[in-house]
């Protein structure tokens, strides 16, 4: 009777340690929330980064993949695909892992969702604007298998895949699937209401989403009024929730400015317009400033190079011998830095190639543009340029007229002015644009 005693104490006490462990991982991850809603990106990131390995060595897998989709969630918001696809990377490798963990394929197809979608603004290719599509479904079907106790042991707030679902049936069909966006915008909203474990903030955060899309629909409607009242209403709630959150007001304050510019314009109030345009430009400034991506991937390089430099320090230990193998490894790390900057610049040049390639107008226009200043001034544009503006690059460094581009595209000429004013929004104010 004692030694069956003595086990079911041994027992009581193992589960309650487990317990403590959840409730102390939790606590951390959402210590850690807080804290990067109010830091800058780059530190933000190495607070996740850091709680991402945690997690893994405590084997907390789902809670390992609510830190990347964190993660991603930042590459995102920087346009900076690279970044995901190395979040992606380490996400799929452990959905193989644990091919059964929700937690992880939610996360994974999440963040997949929104890469392709990051692809396709600035290629342009089919076949990623439908692999959004099917990953988001995938993203949407796996939550909706998942219990409100689930969603809040991973984190999860599962308005937001209804209403990424919305905006990718606005942005990547034209016209936009209205229905659709209405449909997905109303789940949104219901979801938001009913998932029971959501704080204050979260419910601010994707009511502040939700309605800013609605505006969008009331402009499609024709209801210019309605839709001014209603996107003022979204620009008083992201004032309201600045000093708790300041990097979801820069991302939520753009896509505003975003609105009002083409709504002014349409309806031929072209000062205000403007007006909205140098706001949307200075917000972005902000938001894609190249120092701020520059050191969120620094972080992550730092990161890698201190996890390498600590285990060097125990080999040292063992042996003074080893020495010559801490510097080999250094090396490595910094050889695939370095590596990784080197496929960037690939990509652009690849880029210029296949815009020629696939487009024999072009070819023959543009066979004696440089292929390096080509892509020197791809890679110095400030937000991705598409596919179609890319060859527009292409054609005004050939030095063509503006008749014999718009006829290589096919366009009225007053479309290639358009386009110019497009692109160069794109760029630094000083930067020496080909025309």
């Given at each position: 009777?004692?030694?069956?005693?003595?086990?079911?104490?041994?027992?009581?006490?193992?589960?309650?340690?487990?317990?403590?462990?959840?409730?102390?991982?939790?606590?951390?991850?959402?210590?850690?929330?807080?804290?990067?809603?109010?830091?800058?990106?780059?530190?933000?990131?190495?607070?996740?980064?850091?709680?991402?390995?945690?997690?893994?060595?405590?084997?907390?897998?789902?809670?390992?993949?609510?830190?990347?989709?964190?993660?991603?969630?930042?590459?995102?918001?920087?346009?900076?695909?690279?970044?995901?696809?190395?979040?992606?990377?380490?996400?799929?490798?452990?959905?193989?892992?644990?091919?059964?963990?929700?937690?992880?394929?939610?996360?994974?197809?999440?963040?997949?969702?929104?890469?392709?979608?990051?692809?396709?603004?600035?290629?342009?290719?089919?076949?990623?604007?439908?692999?959004?599509?099917?990953?988001?479904?995938?993203?949407?079907?796996?939550?909706?298998?998942?219990?409100?106790?689930?969603?809040?042991?991973?984190?999860?707030?599962?308005?937001?895949?209804?209403?990424?679902?919305?905006?990718?049936?606005?942005?990547?069909?034209?016209?936009?699937?209205?229905?659709?966006?209405?449909?997905?915008?109303?789940?949104?909203?219901?979801?938001?209401?009913?998932?029971?474990?959501?704080?204050?903030?979260?419910?601010?955060?994707?009511?502040?989403?939700?309605?800013?899309?609605?505006?969008?629909?009331?402009?499609?409607?024709?209801?210019?009024?309605?839709?001014?009242?209603?996107?003022?209403?979204?620009?008083?709630?992201?004032?309201?929730?600045?000093?708790?959150?300041?990097?979801?007001?820069?991302?939520?304050?753009?896509?505003?400015?975003?609105?009002?510019?083409?709504?002014?314009?349409?309806?031929?109030?072209?000062?205000?317009?403007?007006?909205?345009?140098?706001?949307?430009?200075?917000?972005?400034?902000?938001?894609?400033?190249?120092?701020?991506?520059?050191?969120?991937?620094?972080?992550?390089a730092k990161y890698d190079v201190a996890k390498v430099e600590a285990r060097l320090a125990k080999v040292r230990g063992w042996t003074a011998s080893l020495g010559i193998l801490s510097l080999l490894l250094i090396?490595?790390?910094?050889?695939?830095?370095?590596?990784?900057?080197?496929?960037?610049?690939?990509?652009?040049?690849?880029?210029?190639?296949?815009?020629?390639?696939?487009?024999?107008?072009?070819?023959?226009?543009?066979?004696?543009?440089?292929?390096?200043?080509?892509?020197?001034?791809?890679?110095?544009?400030?937000?991705?340029?598409?596919?179609?503006?890319?060859?527009?690059?292409?054609?005004?460094?050939?030095?063509?007229?503006?008749?014999?581009?718009?006829?290589?595209?096919?366009?009225?000429?007053?479309?290639?002015?358009?386009?110019?004013?497009?692109?160069?929004?794109?760029?630094?104010?000083?930067?020496?644009?080909?025309?």
């Amino acid at each position: 009777m004692k030694r069956i005693t003595v086990i079911f104490a041994f027992l009581l006490l193992l589960v309650s340690c487990r317990e403590q462990q959840e409730a102390d991982i939790y606590a951390r991850r959402d210590r850690i929330h807080d804290m990067a809603m109010k830091e800058s990106p780059e530190k933000a990131h190495a607070l996740f980064l850091e709680f991402a390995d945690q997690c893994r060595a405590q084997g907390e897998y789902a809670m390992e993949a609510c830190a990347l989709y964190e993660m991603a969630t930042n590459y995102l918001n920087q346009r900076d695909t690279l970044g995901m696809r190395r979040i992606l990377d380490r996400m799929l490798k452990s959905g193989m892992e644990h091919p059964t963990d929700l937690g992880v394929g939610y996360s994974y197809y999440s963040v997949l969702g929104t890469y392709f979608a990051s692809k396709y603004e600035m290629d342009g290719r089919e076949t990623d604007k439908e692999r959004i599509f099917v990953a988001l479904r995938r993203a949407i079907g796996i939550q909706e298998q998942m219990t409100q106790e689930d969603y809040r042991k991973q984190s999860i707030v599962p308005p937001w895949n209804y209403y990424n679902m919305a905006v990718c049936y606005d942005l990547y069909c034209d016209p936009p699937v209205r229905d659709s966006i209405a449909k997905y915008l109303d789940l949104a909203d219901k979801s938001n209401r009913e998932t029971v474990y959501l704080n204050q903030m979260d419910r601010q955060q994707v009511n502040i989403s939700i309605r800013d899309e609605r505006a969008w629909l009331l402009y499609y409607d024709g209801k210019i009024d309605e839709a001014v009242e209603e996107m003022n209403a979204v620009l008083a709630l992201i004032d309201s929730v600045e000093t708790q959150s300041p990097n979801t007001v820069i991302t939520e304050r753009g896509e505003a400015y975003s609105f009002f510019v083409e709504l002014y314009s349409s309806t031929g109030q072209y000062e205000k317009a403007l007006e909205y345009k140098e706001l949307h430009e200075q917000n972005d400034k902000v938001r894609f400033g190249a120092e701020r991506n520059a050191a969120v991937r620094e972080v992550e390089a730092k990161y890698d190079v201190a996890k390498v430099e600590a285990r060097l320090a125990k080999v040292r230990g063992w042996t003074a011998s080893l020495g010559i193998l801490s510097l080999l490894l250094i090396a490595l790390v910094l050889y695939y830095r370095l590596l990784i900057r080197s496929k960037e610049e690939g990509r652009y040049t690849a880029a210029v190639e296949a815009l020629v390639e696939t487009d024999s107008d072009i070819r023959v226009l543009t066979e004696k543009v440089s292929r390096d200043a080509a892509r020197k001034i791809f890679s110095s544009a400030q937000k991705p340029l598409s596919a179609v503006e890319r060859k527009y690059v292409l054609l005004f460094m050939s030095g063509k007229s503006t008749e014999e581009i718009a006829d290589a595209m096919h366009v009225e000429p007053a479309s290639v002015y358009t386009m110019k004013y497009r692109i160069k929004k794109k760029f630094p104010d000083s930067f020496p644009l080909p025309f």
